[in-house]
């Protein structure tokens, strides 16, 4: 049987991409010139090494590249559909219409309820522009070019909202919610909403599943029967109603446990382990022929999910991270010769590492996975730490906690999902500061503070319950259209939905070379570590 491992399922997973094409390897297409800073080495190879193959793939000398492109681009972005596989499925008129039903009257006694007036559906072929810059160089900083001559290639991705005609009917619809890996502020938010949403199509019988994909296969664990009146408040706490875990059963085990349960709405709130399991169960049920829709909300506080403006929870733990680099701030300035050190989450992805110390305004070094650095040598971290205490008295340093990985002892210790398990920059720095400066007999007073847990712990801020909020609701929408495979996000303000394989293919991380990532370095004022 087909275990739930990264190396087992990942590789079928993926379609193969002829034309993914990213920055990085445009970088070869032209010198990109940093003014004052020598050209920095991407670490993200496993996006330089599809980039580049991807490139390889296209024949630019062909006048009709550009058209096959596009092409190209449509297939892979479209959205999987419960037609493609059982092509008797037939579409009924929505009953999302938003329109009150009384607790009292039995739903859809007579006929579905329709709104003929209302005009509030999405059409099927609304689509949103995936890039919005028209660069007109590679060596433009961030550019995204397709050939090396930058054209301007049109890439829509599909509009997500309710849709006028559904695929299920909500009478017949069984719909169970999983939250898998990690904890991120604003689970509970979305899934509330999806709860609230399902119950506006109609839908009575809605369960959550414990712990992660655990709960489909432990017996000592039950589903958790939910609905607007269980959900209305859980927003107020973090943490996940239903509890999260990593590892668990095989796929071929959680679409056993759906088909006895009656669970023909699967909706999976995850980061890119849980995505693939939910395109492994999708793809499960098609091969199966069942009618079973299985629709992902990206959940990763690191913000690491490709194509997206940014994922719920991320806002949320950028805006905490200010209150330990304010704190780390205090003791470093209200010591003699003070260090603040703070380290933040970020496993392959350094953005709220980026984010935090760029909305801080308060941090002298910051340091991520994507961009290499020494702590030793005349142009380590040590050094300038040391130059910061005699020039300005103190200095914080913000670290996301996979920086620096290639400093530490490996142990190749994975974690129940296969996830490597990292070794600790965030004490190692500290311990290597204090022995650095003891061993130069300079006075240096080092704080440490790691608030990872506490920041991921918190409920969602505002803007990122909004955010839950349009998430949740797409979900449902999505599921009740008939899409299977996919997942929700926000792509230039807009709402859309993503086949799954196109947002994990690889994790996101920040672009060394882009303008965000030089803005931070313009506010800490930091050298290369190089
Ligand atoms: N490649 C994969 N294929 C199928 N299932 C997977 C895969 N990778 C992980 N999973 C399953 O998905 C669940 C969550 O995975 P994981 O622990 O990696 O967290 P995640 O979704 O990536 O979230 P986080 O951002 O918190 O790491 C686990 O139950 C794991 O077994
Ligand atoms: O300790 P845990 O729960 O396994 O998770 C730690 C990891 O989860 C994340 O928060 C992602 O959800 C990462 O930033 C971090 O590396
Ligand atoms: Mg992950």
């Not at 309710?162 to 899934?191: H, M, Q, S, W």
């Amino acid at each position: 049987m087909e275990a739930l491992t990264p190396a087992a399922i990942r590789p079928p997973l993926i379609p193969p991409i002829r034309a993914r094409i990213s920055v990085h390897a445009l970088v070869s297409f032209g010198s990109v010139q940093i003014p004052n800073r020598r050209k920095i080495e991407v670490k993200a190879k496993s996006e330089k090494r599809s980039a580049s193959a991807a490139a390889a793939s296209v024949d630019y000398t062909d006048p009709d590249w550009k058209s096959n492109y596009q092409k190209d681009f449509e297939a892979r972005f479209r959205i999987p559909h419960l037609t493609d596989a059982l092509h008797d499925a037939v579409p009924y008129p929505s009953t999302f219409c938003l329109r009150m039903r009384t607790p009292v009257s039995p739903d859809f006694a007579e006929g579905y309820p329709s709104d003929g007036e209302w005009h509030g559906y999405v059409n099927t072929n609304d689509r949103v522009l995936l890039k919005v810059i028209r660069y007109s160089s590679p060596a433009s900083a961030g550019a995204e070019c397709i050939d090396p001559g930058c054209t301007w290639v049109e890439q829509w991705v599909h509009r997500a909202g309710p849709r006028e005609k559904i695929y299920f009917k909500p009478e017949e619809v069984k719909a169970a919610i999983v939250t898998c890996g990690g904890l991120c502020p604003g689970l509970n938010d979305v899934i509330r909403q999806i709860v609230i949403t399902l119950e506006i199509y109609g839908v009575k019988k809605i369960v959550g599943i414990p712990f992660g994909y655990r709960g489909f296969t432990d017996s000592s664990l039950s589903e958790m029967p939910l609905s607007r009146k269980v959900v209305q408040n859980i927003h107020l706490s973090g943490g996940s109603l239903l509890g999260v875990s990593r590892g668990g059963p095989t796929v071929i085990q959680i679409v056993d446990s759906m088909v006895e349960r009656g669970i023909n709405m699967l909706f999976v709130l995850g980061g890119n382990g849980t995505h693939a399991g939910a395109n492994a169960i999708h793809e499960e049920c098609r091969k199966r022929q069942l009618k079973v829709a299985v629709v992902g909300v990206p959940k990763t506080i690191d913000n690491d999910i490709l194509l997206m403006d940014k994922t719920f929870g991320f806002d949320t733990a950028v805006e905490e991270a200010q209150r330990a680099i304010y704190s780390a701030y205090i003791e470093a300035h209200s010591a003699y010769r003070g260090i603040g050190i703070v380290k933040l989450m970020g496993r392959s992805s350094g953005f709220i590492a980026m984010q935090a110390s760029l909305a801080s305004g308060q941090i002298d070094i910051c340091l991520i996975p994507e961009v290499p650095f020494n702590i030793h040598g005349p142009n380590g971290v040590l050094n300038h730490l040391k130059y910061l205490l005699e020039t300005k008295g103190s200095a914080v340093v913000c670290v996301a906690e996979g920086a620096g990985q290639d400093l530490l002892q490996k142990t190749n210790a994975t974690d129940a999902s296969g996830n490597i398990i990292l070794g600790d920059i965030g004490v190692h720095i500290q311990q290597e500061t204090k022995k650095f400066f003891k061993e130069i007999g300079f006075t240096a007073d080092v704080k440490y503070i790691d608030p990872t847990y506490m920041i991921r712990a918190c409920r969602a801020n505002a803007s990122d319950g909004i955010l839950c909020t349009v998430l949740g609701q797409n979900a449902v929408h999505g599921a009740f259209a008939g899409h299977s495979g996919i997942t929700v996000g926000i792509c230039n303000t807009h709402y859309v939905y993503f086949p799954i394989p196109q947002v994990i293919a690889e994790p996101k991380v920040v672009d060394p070379n882009s303008r965000m990532w030089h803005r931070c370095l313009t506010s800490t004022g930091q050298p290369d570590f190089i």
